[in-house]
């Protein structure tokens, strides 16, 4: 069993920035990856960013040069910093955690073995 807590969401305004944190206890964190989705409302939910056990990093197109994903194995936390916002980026957002030694996609939810309880992100225009 795996918890997954996330922090750092709120309001702000476009342009601005945040932080994400999600915790993770219950597992050897250095042997998992770690993502972020989204779900913005009567949406689906999507891939954000994602790093792999390895060190590997992908993001989505929409946040590439805005978004930066980053892991800290000893404190067993994943981060999301999120820079230059935009209304659109308004959601709920999620950090998810693979199986050990994950090799299959990182872009799809089902990838993902655990959930965290999301996090509301909200861009002010």
């Known amino acids: 069993q795996v918890q997954l807590v996330e922090s750092g969401g709120g309001l702000v305004q476009a342009g601005g920035s945040l932080r994400l944190s999600c915790a993770a206890s219950?597992?050897?964190?250095?042997?998992?990856?770690m993502g972020w989705f989204r779900q913005a409302p009567g949406k689906e939910r999507e891939f954000v960013a994602a790093?792999?056990?390895?060190?590997?990093?992908y993001y989505a197109d929409f946040v590439k040069g805005r978004f930066t994903i980053a892991r800290d194995n000893a404190k067993n936390t994943v981060y999301l910093q999120m820079a230059r916002l935009k209304p659109e980026d308004t959601a709920v957002y999620y950090c998810?955690?693979?199986?050990?030694?994950?090799?299959?996609?990182?872009?799809?939810?089902?990838?993902?073995?655990?959930w965290g309880q999301g996090t509301q992100v909200t861009v002010s225009s």
């Open positions: 790093i792999t056990w390895s060190g590997y990093i």
């Open positions: 998810a955690v693979t199986a050990p030694y994950y090799s299959g996609s990182y872009y799809i939810s089902n990838g993902y073995d655990y």
């Open positions: 219950g597992r050897t964190f250095s042997s998992f990856s």
